[in-house]
């Protein structure tokens, strides 16, 4: 992707520099957010996660054509009992995984806001709904092209970070395993021919 075309996704994005060129590359596959306001930002404030989407919630009243978004973003992973900068990760697993945030934010477009508000209580009140969530936007990620990178970012999690065994345990219950993602993808193909 030439840099000035991957610019025409920067459109309404803040963006930190260290992540631009991966954050640009995982908006190419979302044509459909060209125009959706998103920031993206560094937080140590995320829970359980290392990247997480959500709406701005002051936007949150009125029509959900003015509504932003958040992406935050760990600013350190630790990576085998080491804290490492997250733009020093491999750039296929950002993109993955700014990638799957993407996807939250698709299913967010289609929602009105007392779905979001739904959405948010249910996220935050049941494993079922983490669940669904998650895979949905796994789901956005895959049909939009991006199982490549979902791959590398699961793998990554999965066989090089050298993570704990419950949070593996954790990410296989919660997130579509790779075989699913494989069998998902081969689909994908098939009714595009």
Known sequence: MAKESSELFANRKTIPDNLREVTLKALSFYPALKDVKIHFK???NIRTHFMQAQPRYTTMIGSRKRRSYIIKIKPEFCLKGREIPAYELPPDVLVGWIGHELGH?????RKNNLELLIFGIGYYTSKSFIITAERAADTYALNHGLGDYILAAKDFILN???MSEKYIRRMNRLYLP???IMIMMDDILAEAD
């Open 42 to 44: 560094y937080s140590s």
């Open 105 to 109: 934010i698709m299913d967010y477009l």
């Open 160 to 162: 090089v970070a050298d």
């Open 178 to 180: 790779p075989e699913e």
